[in-house]
């Protein structure tokens, strides 16, 4: 029974900080697009001074954000069914 608490209890923390930090991110829209633009241009890369795949197109950033957003959400999301299913298994259970 501790077992399934645990898992319930985890996956709320969990499912709560990801749909937090999407929600930080689209709230300060433009300051998470300038860290973006930062980090995917390989600004001030001084331990690999030689990269792959610097992006210097706004729209790749646009498209990166987007991904992690919606990654964020879903693994929040996700974390959220794992809690019902837990709570469901914990109430059925003899």
């Not at 319930?8 to 697009?33: K, S, W």
């Not at 790749?60 to 919606?70: C, D, P, Q, R, S």
């Amino acid at each position: 029974m501790i077992d399934r608490l645990l898992k319930a209890l985890f996956a709320l923390i969990l499912g709560a900080m990801a749909l937090l930090y999407v929600m930080h991110n689209i709230a300060n829209i433009e300051a998470a697009q300038a860290i973006f633009t930062y980090v995917t241009s390989h600004a001030d890369q001084e331990a690999y001074p030689v990269t792959l795949l610097p992006v210097a197109s706004p729209a790749l950033v646009v498209v990166a954000m987007i991904v992690v957003f919606a990654l964020e959400i879903g693994a929040g999301v996700l974390l959220l069914i794992v809690l019902n299913q837990c709570g469901e298994e914990a109430t059925s259970a003899p």
